[in-house]
């Protein structure tokens, strides 16, 4: 199975700030990444499919990017409903693997 | 708008199986992948595998000799079974909808839609 590694695993930060997550695959997986917001007792919501694709609906601070082996979730201007953790996920192939987390939380 | 919703038990005895269903409302069970994912207390997701509205499936390696995942689309719903559960089993276990997304562009797959989760213990 593809081993994903998000770093950090959890950061401190404040409103306004720019924010970088990053995830490595353990092998090339193309543009076939997916990045996920979850709140406390909420499910997951989808921010961004193939690596840079940002789905409807979802605000434009977010951005994604890479290729092959490695991939950034930024947030370019953090506000308050932003805290919360984020998980890439792999679809180039299965089983489908999820990194680890990044809890981001208030400074 | 399409929505899924987890039922089952909220307790389930060690050895036992662990039954769930997810109904789904305001859409078609046609064309989509249909998937488990579950979150221990405290941890991340993981990925238990989908039945496509066909009725094949896929799994994941490391659950498969336990899992049963399938598919009646005439209820529109979808079940997860999983086997000879112990205290790692326990979780909160999500359904959702897997598909191609095209747009906007460029396309690619993921779980656009979730159920809120339902908990399941693994305890006697």
């Known amino acids: 199975a593809i081993q994903m590694t998000q770093s950090p695993s959890s950061l401190s930060a404040s409103v306004g700030d720019r924010v970088t997550i990053t995830c490595r695959a353990s092998?090339?997986?193309?543009?076939?990444l997916g990045w996920y917001q979850q709140k406390p007792g909420i499910a997951p919501k989808l921010l961004i499919y193939?690596?840079?694709t940002l789905q409807s609906g979802v605000p434009s601070r977010f951005s994604g990017s890479g290729s092959g082996t490695d991939f950034t979730l930024t947030i370019s201007s953090l506000q308050p409903e932003d805290f919360a953790t984020y998980y890439c996920?792999?679809?180039?192939?299965?089983?489908?693997?999820f990194g680890g987390g990044t809890e981001v939380e208030i400074k | 708008q399409v929505q899924l919703q987890e039922s089952g038990p909220g307790l389930v005895k060690p050895s036992e199986t662990l039954s769930l269903t997810c109904s789904v409302s305001?859409?078609?069970?046609?064309?989509?992948?249909w998937n488990w994912i579950r979150q221990p207390p405290g941890k991340g997701l993981e990925w238990i595998g989908y039945?496509?509205?066909?009725?094949?499936?896929k799994y994941n390696p490391s659950l498969e000799s336990r899992v049963t995942i399938s598919i009646d689309t005439s209820k529109t719903q979808f079940s997860l079974r999983l086997s000879s559960v112990t205290a790692a089993d326990t979780a909160l276990y999500y359904c959702?909808?897997?598909?191609?997304?095209?747009?906007?562009?460029?396309?690619?797959?993921?779980?656009?839609?979730w159920g809120q989760g339902t908990r399941v213990t693994v305890s006697s």
């Open positions: 193939a690596a840079s």
């Open positions: 305001g859409g078609f069970i046609n064309d989509y992948y």
């Open positions: 039945a496509y509205y066909s009725g094949s499936t």
């Open positions: 996920v792999q679809d180039y192939n299965y089983p489908l693997t």
């Open positions: 959702a909808r897997r598909r191609r997304i095209a747009a906007p562009s460029p396309a690619g797959d993921a779980f656009d839609i």
């Open positions: 092998q090339d997986i193309r543009h076939d």
